[in-house]
């Protein structure tokens, strides 16, 4: 199995001071990043996406589609991203967008699309890569694969399962419930990889011509039942 990098940690500091990462949130506030403000805010130094509703707001989970916190300081081509995430609430689903794009400003807040590392509170879609608002499922945790276009109609896409990278469960079995947990993804050309806590959970080579091969970051806040995400320790190091 390829190995990253550990590029950041609350015991690493120094990592930060490399010329060649870049540290995308303040630990502060949300400067850079663009948002709902009723759902996305920072507390205790990390960001939080909420969608509990509260008495001066009591129809904030009321979303009607899925929303994002946009990075709007530049967009991403080949890169390693590293990130801490929670989802602290009994249910919930989000995601970090990459090479993506904002294709609307909706009722709640960015309506982006484009690839996403998927995570849940659930134990099914954690690891996955989903295109939002795309071409769905495009790699099952666990699963090495080949997209391609379909001979008899290239506009439309086919996944060719070509090996594994671990057994779904086993991987799933070491993500963290209402924890922190650390995701990676590595994108290079059209070769994409995401890892939680160490472990790979899909690799994907994505030759289709929608294959995007630049686009913006983002984080998901899906529409549905109450949750709480948080994220912490976000790094971007752009790859050559």
């Known amino acids: 199995m390829k190995r990253y990098l550990p590029l950041f940690s609350l015991a690493a500091m120094a990592v930060s001071a490399l010329a060649q990462d870049q540290v995308l949130f ?19 130094g990390v960001i939080r996406g909420e969608t509990q509703p509260v008495a001066d707001n ?14 709007k300081a530049g967009t ?15 249910s ?9 794009a904002v294709v ?6 960015p309506i982006v699309s484009g690839y996403q590392a998927d995570f849940e509170a659930g134990k099914t879609y954690s ?15 666990g699963e090495k694969v080949t997209i391609k276009a379909e001979p008899e109609n290239p506009a439309k896409h086919k ?14 079995d070491g993500i963290h419930e209402k924890d922190w947990n650390e995701y990676v993804v590595i994108a290079r050309g059209n070769h994409l990889e995401h890892f939680i806590n160490g472990k790979k959970t899909v690799d994907v080579t994505d030759e289709h011509e929608k294959g995007a091969k630049e686009g913006i970051l983002a ?7 109450p949750m709480v995400v948080e994220f912490k320790d976000v790094v971007l190091r752009a790859l050559k």
């Open 127 to 141: 690891g996955i890569l989903y295109e939002e608002r795309g071409r769905g499922i495009l790699a099952k945790r």
């Open 104 to 109: 609307q400003q909706g009722e709640h807040g």
């Open 219 to 225: 984080f998901q806040i899906h529409a549905g039942p």
């Open 159 to 172: 996944v060719e399962v070509t090996g594994s990278v671990g057994v779904s469960q086993e991987i799933q």
């Open 92 to 100: 919930g689903n989000s995601g970090i967008q990459y090479r993506s």
């Open 76 to 90: 991403v081509k080949d890169f390693e991203f590293h990130v801490k995430y929670r989802i602290s609430s009994d």
């Open 26 to 44: 303040n630990g502060k506030d949300l400067t850079g990043w663009e948002g709902n403000p009723s759902l996305w805010s920072v507390k205790d």
């Open 58 to 71: 009591p129809k904030r989970g009321d979303l009607k589609h899925n929303t994002f916190l946009v990075w």
